[in-house]
């Protein structure tokens, strides 16, 4: 079965540049979860979605940032503009909700510099 | 407030050798505990969770971990490491009904040879 899937894994790009960061969750969850992963700050939780909906954005560090999910099978998160302290791996994961033991599912990341 | 603490950010062990790396979690209600691997350029893989039960549950690559709920702990353990165990791992609580996991700062185990 295909897990969930990251598009870009890498981006190098300046800054001031829009950055668009694709995921794509594992069919038939319905949690996706947004982190960013820093040697500074470790893993942080930015967002998450249930069923398509934001329930909690308070991890996203400023307006720059912003997350949609159109569909079940589609997410993505942007930053406009893009800085250089936004470099960082960014992850996805998934999960089926509606227990708490069902564990996320993390896909590779995107590795994300900006210059 | 619910935490995890990882209190080891390094550990070198022999390959052949037994390792534990340590977990401790603060957390109000039944907490549901994960770890994850990760290798250098991937994701994090799910190694095994308790959420009820048996307090020893088995995990996969040989892992297992140990909840013991009044040391408030969940300390993962293998008998013999190889030297394709070095990586980063996670200790992780979860529970309060929305999914959301709360995440140690991370073990990275390194394996000498």
């Known amino acids: 079965d295909a897990g969930v899937i990251q598009s870009p894994r890498h981006e190098v790009t300046e800054m001031g540049q829009e950055v668009t960061l694709r995921c794509k969750p594992i069919?038939?969850?319905?949690?996706l979860f947004w982190y960013r992963q820093t040697m500074m700050r470790g893993l942080e939780l930015l967002i998450y979605?249930?069923?398509?909906?934001?329930?909690?954005d308070s991890g996203m560090p400023e307006d720059r940032f912003s997350a949609k999910m159109p569909n079940a099978s589609f997410s993505t998160l942007k930053i406009q503009p893009s800085e250089p302290r936004d470099s960082a791996v960014y992850f996805c994961a998934s999960r089926l909700a509606g227990t708490d033991y069902q564990p996320q599912h993390f896909g590779d990341g995107t590795r994300l510099s900006i210059l | 407030a619910q935490s995890v603490t990882q209190p080891d950010i390094h550990i070198t062990v022999s390959e052949g050798a037994s390792l534990e790396l340590r977990c401790n979690y603060s957390y109000g209600a039944t907490p549901y505990l994960f770890w994850y691997v990760q290798s250098p350029g991937q994701g994090l893989q799910l190694l095994l969770k308790y959420f009820s039960g048996d307090t020893l549950v088995q995990g996969i690559k040989g892992f297992e971990a140990e909840f013991k709920r009044s040391q408030s702990s969940f300390n993962l353990r293998k008998p013999s490491v190889h030297w394709s165990d070095a990586a980063e791992y996670f200790c992780?609580?979860?529970?309060?009904?929305?999914?959301?996991?709360?995440f140690g700062q991370g073990t990275t185990l390194q394996v000498k040879p």
């Open positions: 992780a609580v979860g529970g309060s009904n929305t999914g959301k996991l709360i």
């Open positions: 069919s038939g969850h319905n949690s």
């Open positions: 979605f249930n069923n398509n909906v934001p329930i909690d």
